[in-house]
C-alpha cells in the first residue's frame, strides 16, 4: 500500500540516516515503527500475535523455561 504523508524534515532527515545504516529501505524503516508504535499503541494486536505463536508451537514447557519463567517473575515488582 503506497502513502502520502507529512513529516518533520528533522524526523525525515534522522530516518534517512538510520535507513542507510542499517542498510534497508526508506519504506522497511517506515513500517517498522508504525508497526512498533502500533503495538504499543493496540495491545490486543500483541496479545492475539502471542496467541497465534502459542496455538502454532503449542504449550509445552520444558524445564529450562519453567526455571526461566520463575526468575522473571521474581524480578517483577508486583
Known amino acids: 500500500?503506497?502513502?502520502?504523508?507529512?513529516?518533520?524534515?528533522?524526523?525525515?532527515?534522522?530516518?534517512?540516516?538510520?535507513a542507510k545504516e542499517l542498510k534497508?529501505?526508506?519504506?522497511?524503516?517506515y513500517s517498522r515503527a508504525l508497526g512498533e508504535f502500533l503495538g504499543r499503541?493496540?495491545?490486543d494486536r500483541v496479545t492475539a500475535a502471542m496467541n497465534d505463536v502459542i496455538a502454532a508451537v503449542g504449550e509445552k514447557s520444558g524445564a529450562f523455561s519453567r526455571r526461566a519463567a520463575r526468575g522473571v517473575l521474581r524480578k517483577v515488582e508486583w
Open 41 to 43: 499503541h493496540a495491545p
Open 24 to 29: 534497508a529501505s526508506r519504506s522497511e524503516i
Open 1 to 18: 500500500m503506497k502513502v502520502a504523508v507529512s513529516i518533520p524534515d528533522e524526523v525525515f532527515s534522522e530516518a534517512e540516516d538510520l
